[in-house]
């Protein structure tokens, strides 16, 4: 069964259009009766001015109803204009095309401006005003509606026909803008379609513009490198892995078959036993340092104000018994009281591996100097040994996992090169650095920085 897909080109354009029709519905509709309103204030404002000359130039009679010239100087045209007396209603004065209307009601009310729809004679406005003289009474101003109506309804009909080609052309606008706004997102898709475990070397070309854009298409090419380093060091792991767990293994099936060629006496299985104890644990003590690297990225979140000196001096207090074995004497150079905002279990299992790297790779009778101190803005942590050292070549090499320099490949120094390993990723979570500085022969200087 296909799973509906949702295109988002389509839900942009529908909602763009949605948003715009009603944009245009509103805006057309409040400018249509602020035109209309415009129309209308422009007729009353003309039929007061009719009826004002009207007032100064009228001349009543007594006898007869007296007939209003129509002038052709009037502001608007048609119109009719008829005279009323204020007593008996009576019509005193009128143009000769004023028609018969019902104008009581409107007389009788406080307004001046009417519109009437009439079925005699259509819609007309109405302006009624109120004199003193030349006689005291009422001048009625009217004109037929039917040029401005055609005028509102011809500006209807071009918004009515131009508002569906205006939304059309916009949306025929932002068709354009949004293929233009998705093509690397396209891009983007075509490639993460494309890219497996064996092909991460594609990348998507940025783009000329710096914009979101560009930051989408920049971040998921550092994600593919991130991928692909993942997945080399992941190859890496699992080879070094296999590399690291075969001599043991080997080992003990080698010591357990040659046991179980023939009867044996005691003492020899009891050997046998003791040398298959040890890679068992030489094997449990690897596979714990290995499973140390996945409660590192989890530890980030939990710190605490801690006073490194203390932990420091109780480090070292730990392995003292360790570097006594060897005659090694630890002397503790420069230490300062620093207290840091920071997680207690990497900055011990720093400090643990850094001394106790130092006390594995130095021969007897030697000395470990150490330094705890800070600067403006960093702490700095110090461990020089007097050991075998670590060649140029191979310096840059020491913090990758499993891997252990010409000299220190035996077991009698115990170790599985995932000691550095550990300081270099709890550094990355911490944000902090490390620099080794060495030569064969003359010991190995390491220099930790924590920001503070």
């Given at each position: 069964?296909?799973?509906?897909?949702?295109?988002?080109?389509?839900?942009?354009?529908?909602?763009?259009?949605?948003?715009?029709?009603?944009?245009?519905?509103?805006?057309?509709?409040?400018?249509?009766?602020?035109?209309?309103?415009?129309?209308?204030?422009?007729?009353?404002?003309?039929?007061?001015?009719?009826?004002?000359?009207?007032?100064?130039?009228?001349?009543?009679?007594?006898?007869?109803?007296?007939?209003?010239?129509?002038?052709?100087?009037?502001?608007?045209?048609?119109?009719?204009?008829?005279?009323?007396?204020?007593?008996?209603?009576?019509?005193?004065?009128?143009?000769?095309?004023?028609?018969?209307?019902?104008?009581?009601?409107?007389?009788?009310?406080?307004?001046?401006?009417?519109?009437?729809?009439?079925?005699?004679?259509?819609?007309?406005?109405?302006?009624?005003?109120?004199?003193?003289?030349?006689?005291?009474?009422?001048?009625?101003?009217?004109?037929?509606?039917?040029?401005?109506?055609?005028?509102?309804?011809?500006?209807?009909?071009?918004?009515?026909?131009?508002?569906?080609?205006?939304?059309?052309?916009?949306?025929?606008?932002?068709?354009?803008?949004?293929?233009?706004?998705l093509k690397p997102i396209k891009e983007i898709t075509e490639v993460a379609n494309e890219i497996s475990v064996g092909d991460l070397d594609r990348m998507i070309p940025l783009p000329i513009q710096k914009d979101e854009i560009y930051d989408l298409v920049k971040a998921f090419n550092k994600m593919v490198a991130r991928l692909r380093n993942g997945i080399e060091m992941m190859e890496r792991f699992n080879s070094d892995v296999s590399h690291e767990l075969k001599t043991p293994l080997t080992v003990l099936k080698g010591e357990l078959e040659i046991a179980l060629r023939k009867d044996r006496n005691c003492d020899y299985y009891k050997n046998t036993l003791q040398i298959a104890l040890k890679e068992v644990n030489y094997l449990i003590d690897m596979v714990e340092e290995m499973l140390f690297f996945t409660k590192i990225e989890n530890e980030i979140s939990q710190k605490e104000v801690l006073e490194l000196d203390k932990i420091l001096i109780k480090t070292i207090a730990n392995l003292k018994t360790k570097a006594n074995n060897k005659k090694i004497d630890i002397k503790i150079q420069k230490l300062e009281e620093i207290t840091l905002n920071s997680n207690k279990f990497l900055i011990q299992n720093i400090f643990t591996n850094i001394i106790d790297n130092a006390i594995k790779y130095t021969p007897e009778n030697k000395s470990i100097y150490i330094y705890l101190y800070q600067t403006y803005d960093k702490v700095v942590f110090e461990v020089i040994d007097e050991g075998i050292g670590i060649s140029k070549n191979e310096i840059d090499k020491i913090t990758e996992r499993f891997y252990r320099t010409e000299k220190s490949r035996n077991r009698n120094i115990k170790g599985f090169g995932l000691g550095l390993s550990i300081v270099q990723k709890a550094l990355e979570v911490l944000d902090g650095e490390i620099i080794f500085e060495s030569e064969i022969d003359k010991g190995l200087k390491v220099t930790i920085y924590l920001k503070k």
């Open positions: 069964m296909n799973e509906h897909k949702e295109n988002l080109k389509s839900i942009v354009l529908w909602w763009l259009g949605t948003f715009v029709a009603l944009l245009l519905i509103i805006f057309n509709t409040i400018f249509y009766e602020m035109l209309k309103y415009s129309f209308y204030n422009r007729v009353e404002n003309s039929l007061a001015i009719v009826a004002n000359q009207t007032k100064d130039n009228f001349e009543p009679s007594k006898d007869k109803i007296v007939t209003i010239p129509q002038k052709l100087d009037y502001p608007i045209s048609p119109v009719m204009i008829a005279v009323f007396g204020a007593n008996s209603m009576k019509m005193v004065a009128k143009t000769v095309t004023f028609m018969d209307i019902p104008l009581y009601q409107y007389i009788k009310s406080n307004e001046n401006f009417f519109i009437v729809k009439t079925k005699k004679y259509g819609k007309l406005a109405i302006y009624i005003s109120r004199i003193i003289s030349p006689i005291k009474g009422y001048i009625v101003v009217a004109t037929p509606m039917y040029k401005i109506d055609i005028k509102l309804q011809d500006i209807l009909i071009k918004m009515l026909v131009l508002n569906p080609i205006l939304l059309f052309l916009l949306l025929l606008g932002a068709n354009l803008i949004i293929d233009r706004i």
